[in-house]
């Protein structure tokens, strides 16, 4: 695919089919979000890959059972949050594969700057990089930011050491028949400031 085209294409999926994934797919996916800038230079990211049904399934279960709005939607993200919410578990359910980037970070909630930020950051640098190259395989991915409660629940799954952070669970594989797409929201070029604000 061209290069825009993935930029243009790529979305976030929350409804996937039973179609197999190859797993030299999700190397390829990961060895992608690794060429992202890191703050140190020390590509310092641990990934946690799980395709066994019975550990995805836990994993949706330590998700919160989040629930639509009933209203009518009155903006785009409010629609946005009417498809999303319902689905947060069973995204990660569906998903062929899940991949939980996993960073050594003890001062991330305690941050007073952007500096105690970065390493945080550089991951969600690797995070893009791996969406795009999802798009680019013909893969979609679903994301779910953990809550801390939901964080605690997995590492005690996955029996990952304290004071490390998960910054998104990414579910990987092809849409659904019904995978809904909100409307994008067009970026307002007026937000591009010219040499002052
Ligand atoms: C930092 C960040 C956190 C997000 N958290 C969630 C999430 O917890 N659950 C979810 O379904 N989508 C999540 N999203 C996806 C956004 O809802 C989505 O990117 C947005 O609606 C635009 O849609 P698109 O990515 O398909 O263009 C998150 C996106 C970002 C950048």
Redesign the pocket.
Known sequence: MEFNDVIKN?????EFSNKEVDYKDIEAIIEAGTFAPSNNYLRQWDFVVIDDETTKSIISKCVANYSANPNEPRNP?ED?CKY??P??RS?IGEAKYLILPVIGENNLFKATSNFQLMHYADT?CVIGNM?LSATDLGLEC?????SREEEKQIFNLIKCKSGYVI??IIGIGYPGDNAY??K??EFDKNRIHKNRW
Request: aromatic share 20%; hydrophobic share 40%; net charge positive.
């Open positions: 790529r979305r976030i999926t929350r993200y946005m999303a919410f689905r947060q995204m969600w969406f679903s994301m779910h930011v953990p910054p998104c797409y909100p994008e929201v």
